[in-house]
């Protein structure tokens, strides 16, 4: 009788949580809706935080402190680089910003946002990852603040694309849609894993989806078909492991830098197979990236599509200790790669710096540890 009780009670949970989901508009018929538009100069500087993990167990003041220091780091570096008129332009949230954490943490991380945001002069995108479900909030709380954060580009209809945060950001000439597009960025939702109210009841991986796909390509068609293509999201997909096999096992030419210490999470299985890379390759992406495992920072160029891992940020849950008196051949690799030669955690940031409206791009990755005796920082190039 107790089991046929939580049948009935888990059925009507499932059933209020898809109510809202029906519906809504049609999002080939309204592609403009999902753009937002900024003004594109050249050495247009994204940086890439992803999985922060802000949870019922963080300090934020000690979170923020560190997030203060390498913001610092990130600033200074594109000024010495750049010029004194360099900035950071637009942060990437690339998922899992939270898990398990509640109200007080989304007010936390998105007025510190916001406030940083007032300080660089940046705006910043938020894409879900899979433990921004797994949460104390309700989930549309946390949708509902974004769109309300004055420096914050987030979109999020009731529509029929998969997921919560599908949306463009175009860089034209003047910032405005009256003008040319130099570069597309485009943020999608990669994986549901929790369901969508407090009450957790499920848990699961996912993917990109056929649709999320289609509505890539005809945004990219509505900026112009010419237009150099950028795509963020929070789980690696299909194509990154078919990548690393090519690499590893059919002795593929393929250029390749940094740490690979972990798999991909669900890649490889045929449940989670996307087709996103291998559709949108044919529709100018010329890069796509991505953050959830923790001890891969591994960048490759994969049929003409650079494939990037960012560094995972801060020292929430786990991430690797780069010990370079490691026996291990992955940590060897990857020290070769970098050209590092002391020992450090596998933490800190990614930076695109878009150099022209051709395509190019640089990328680097930072390594920002805090310590006692001055803390460590390492910038390299891909």
Not at 17 to 42: K, N, P, R
């Amino acid at each position: 009788m107790k089991k046929n009780l939580f049948c009935i009670v888990l059925a009507a949970v499932m059933l209020l949580s898809c109510a809202g989901c029906a519906g809504g508009q049609s999002s080939a018929e309204h592609l403009e809706d999902y753009v937002f538009t900024v003004q594109y100069h050249d050495n247009f500087n994204i940086l890439q935080l992803t999985d922060i993990h802000w949870n019922v167990n963080t300090s934020t003041k000690a979170s923020m402190n560190y997030l203060d220091k390498l913001l610092k780091e990130v600033d200074g570096h594109i000024k010495k680089t750049q010029g004194e008129g360099a900035k950071i332009d637009l942060v990437e949230l690339t998922g899992d910003m939270f898990m398990l954490a509640n109200s007080y943490h989304l007010s936390t991380f998105i007025d510190y946002f916001e406030t940083k945001a007032e300080e660089y002069g940046f705006l910043y995108a938020p894409v879900w990852g899979n433990h921004d479900r797994h949460s104390l909030y309700n989930p549309n709380e946390l949708a509902n603040r974004f769109k309300k954060a004055a420096h914050c580009v987030y979109y999020e209809p009731t529509d029929d694309l998969y997921g919560r945060s599908n949306y463009i950001i175009n860089l034209t000439e003047d910032g405005t849609k009256n003008t040319s597009v130099a570069w597309m960025i485009a943020h999608l939702d990669s994986g549901a894993s929790f369901s969508e109210t407090e009450l957790s009841v499920f848990r699961d991986y996912d993917y990109i989806r056929p649709e999320q796909t289609d509505w890539f390509i005809a945004e990219h068609a509505l900026a112009g078909e010419n237009v150099p293509a950028i795509a963020y999201y929070h789980i690696p997909q299909d194509e990154n492991e078919k990548a690393w096999v090519a690499v590893t096992e059919q002795n593929a030419d393929m250029k390749n830098k940094f740490f690979k210490l972990e798999g991909f999470a669900d890649n490889g299985n045929e449940k989670y197979a996307s087709d996103f890379i291998d559709r949108a390759k044919d529709h100018n992406l010329k890069a796509a990236f991505m953050g959830h495992a923790h001890n891969v920072d591994w960048t490759v160029e994969y049929e003409g599509v650079v494939i990037g891992l960012g560094v995972k940020t801060g020292t929430e849950l786990y991430y690797a200790h780069i010990n370079v008196n490691s026996d291990d051949k992955a940590m060897q690799d990857g020290l070769r790669s970098v050209g590092i030669t002391e020992n450090f955690d596998l933490i800190g940031a990614s930076l695109v710096t878009l150099t022209g409206k051709d395509g190019s791009f640089d990328l680097e990755h930072l390594y920002y540890n805090e310590r006692e005796n001055g803390d460590f920082s390492a910038w390299v190039k891909w």
